[in-house]
């Protein structure tokens, strides 16, 4: 049997999803274009939205709006409360700084950061802490997400944040609106690729399904 849905819901969800891709903001036209639709139904759901404060317009240029805060700020615990138990299993098991890092506009933030209970030396990683989207190994495989690549499960990087780090992230995948990533950081040695992905790719799955 066939779920009815709301078709308006549904465009409105659309035009938020695709202004929280931009840090320039985008015009109605813009949105139009991008999105298929009738530039007088964009204008609608924006006007709509704007009564929300989900949206606002400076200069003709549309971005989302301090509403969404409110409502983010409702979500965020959800998701750290999710990710915390398996990140703390991820640190001890490996011995690594695991942490969750999620996407705010073009920057990567981290959420959640567990270090591990047992090592000597491990790499001190503060909650908040932000990087570009694209850099390191969080940034990039969050990055996967946004340009739909489901060919690579995660991403490996050495150095590009600090010198003499490793990291491994793997996405958190269909969560739908969510753009995050699990990964792991260290020093010394470079990760045994064969040990430590799997382990983060499963981590990021329990982190998904645990929202589900």
Do not use: K
């Not at 109605?28 to 317009?57: I, K, P």
């Not at 690594?96 to 959640?112: F, K, M, N, R, S």
């Not at 570009?132 to 940034?139: D, V």
Request: proline content about 4%; hydrophobic content about 45%; glycine content about 10%.
């Amino acid at each position: 049997m066939a779920v009815e849905t709301s078709q308006t819901l549904d465009r409105g969800i659309r035009v938020l999803e695709a202004l929280s891709r931009t840090t320039d903001g985008l015009t109605v036209t813009d949105l139009a274009h991008q999105l298929g639709m009738n530039r007088t139904v964009v204008h609608r759901l924006v006007a709509t939205l704007e009564l929300h404060a989900l949206v606002r317009r400076t200069g003709g240029r549309l971005r989302i709006g301090a509403g969404m805060l409110q409502l983010s700020g409702s979500v965020l615990p959800i998701l750290r409360d999710a990710a915390v138990p398996v990140l703390r299993e991820l640190a001890d098991t490996l011995g690594c700084t695991a942490h969750l890092t999620v996407a705010d506009g073009e920057e990567a933030v981290a959420l959640a950061v567990v270090e591990p209970t047992w090592t000597d030396f491990h790499v001190a990683y503060r909650v908040g802490s932000r990087h570009p989207i694209g850099h390191g190994a969080s940034g990039r495989a969050i990055r996967l997400l946004r340009e739909g690549d489901t060919e690579h499960a995660f991403v490996v990087t050495t150095g590009e944040r600090h010198s003499g780090a490793h990291g491994l992230a793997a996405p958190v995948r269909d969560v739908p609106g969510l753009h995050a990533a699990i990964g792991v950081v260290t020093l010394g040695a470079p990760f045994d690729d064969a040990v430590v992905a799997p382990r983060v790719v499963r981590a990021a799955a329990d982190v998904a399904a645990a929202l589900a």
